[in-house]
């Protein structure tokens, strides 16, 4: 996005929105971006108060914060703030499952384009980090079954010690618990440590399986230690992985890896069908071991509609015990055309905004509307569009600029543009 960003600043600088060394637009400014909370308890939450303020001459627009995992949280106490006002992200993290060294990072995405995170314009990551310490250590801190075969039990043990900050190290299990109806747990003394067996049941059903067990114990501090519980139960057909994750992905950009099918029937196994509703990806099924093995390799469709997804496939097998398999795929196909401001705001009468394809590839602008009332825009060039205000002065501004292209899948680039209303009366032509 640099070469757009350099783009977008070239031709704000020709409409007179750009001032060298003067700020025109919103200035998100946090005090700091990393702090530290030096060491705390499995179990305990510590938060902080990430404090900042709008020094640009616009108002502020903070669209939405995402934390790197479920234990962070950022609520933001509003979204919209002044030219000279201040806020704070309070950011809480949860340390339960947690140990040693913990890095948590927030993002924070706004309408500032001076804020800028691994080459991305206004997005701003603020750091949370330290040591998270257990006066009980669990080892393994988890209990696996990565091939659990259905319909038989299976057990692991967890032990559980005094851990370096324990004074005196002794410590009791009061009781344990189990959060899962197919995973059972007891514990029972084993000389100055405690032994925890967790077992997974016959009943467990096919597919992944994730539970949790907590121990209770007599320590003030850490009075509860969880120990996750995941399995992999499998028949006699063998699917991995069966969640797909595409991430972010351009158009005709392959899975990296194949989801394999295989069996461990003598009678192997014949693939009958794929139903695949999606109109995002293909799939595509390659035999790679006569009867016994299979790979599907899902594809992004060349025109597939930007934005996220989330679809389910079928595949329908000749296993009477499983006749089919269920696939998850999830993901986001990356937008070809990018306008350069993604908004625009307009301080004075007229603003410009480029248009540009990913990777530099050629396209064509075939028209731009407008929906919303107070501006008229036009294709200024061959990939810029002007936008000026129309209509009485004192209005304020709310619409939407529609760019049409001829790049498949993504016909429709959608542009949003505010402007506070203008001193004076009149009517602007």
């Not at 025109?24 to 990430?50: H, K």
Request: hydrophobic fraction near 45%.
């Amino acid at each position: 996005m640099r070469p757009l960003l350099a783009v977008g600043a070239l031709l704000l600088a020709q409409a007179g929105g750009l001032q060298e060394g003067i700020v025109t637009g919103p200035d998100l400014v946090f005090e700091r971006t990393v702090a530290e909370w030096g060491s705390v308890v499995q179990g305990e939450r510590v938060s902080f108060a990430f404090r900042f303020s709008n020094r640009g001459a616009s108002p502020l627009a903070i669209g939405r914060v995402q934390t790197s995992c479920d234990c962070t949280a950022a609520p933001l106490e509003r979204r919209t703030y002044a030219p000279g006002e201040s806020g704070e992200l309070v950011v809480t993290f949860d340390s339960g499952g947690r140990t040693d060294y913990q890095e948590q990072s927030v993002l924070v995405f706004s309408d500032d384009p001076g804020e800028v995170t691994d080459g991305e314009p206004y997005v701003t990551r603020l750091v949370y980090k330290g040591e998270v310490v257990q006066l009980v250590r669990a080892m393994p801190p988890a209990a696996y079954f990565p091939d659990h075969d259905l319909g038989r039990e299976a057990v692991r043990l967890v032990r559980l010690t005094a851990g370096e900050g324990l004074d005196p190290p002794r410590f009791r299990v009061l009781g344990v618990e189990s959060f899962s109806s197919h995973v059972q747990a007891e514990a029972r003394p084993a000389g100055p440590a405690w032994e925890v067996e967790v077992r997974v049941l016959a009943t467990a059903p096919l597919g992944p399986l994730r539970g949790e067990v907590v121990v209770r114990t007599d320590v003030e501090r850490q009075p509860q230690l969880r120990l996750p519980v995941a399995a992999v139960v499998l028949g006699d057909l063998l699917v991995s992985p069966t969640e797909v994750y595409f991430g972010a992905q351009g158009r005709e950009a392959p899975f990296p890896q194949p989801v394999v099918l295989a069996t461990r029937r003598a009678e192997g196994l014949r693939v009958l069908e794929v139903l695949n509703p999606s109109r995002v990806f293909e799939v595509e099924v390659v035999p790679i071991q006569a009867a016994r093995r299979y790979e599907l390799w899902l594809r992004v469709r060349d025109d597939a509609a930007a934005g996220p997804f989330a679809e389910r496939v079928r595949v329908l097998v000749d296993d009477a015990d499983e006749p089919q398999v269920e696939l998850r795929v999830v993901g986001e196909v990356l937008s070809e055309v990018a306008a350069e401001p993604p908004a625009v705001y307009l301080e004075g009468q007229e603003a410009l905004f480029a248009l540009a394809r990913r990777e530099g590839a050629p396209f064509a602008v075939l028209g731009v509307s407008v929906e919303g009332e107070g501006v008229r825009a036009a294709l200024d060039g061959v990939r810029r569009v002007r936008v000026r205000r129309e209509g009485p002065a004192g209005t304020p501004v709310r619409a939407r600029v529609v760019v049409t292209t001829d790049v498949p899948g993504q016909a429709r680039l959608e542009v949003e543009v505010r402007g506070a209303a203008l001193p004076g009366g009149g009517t602007i032509k």
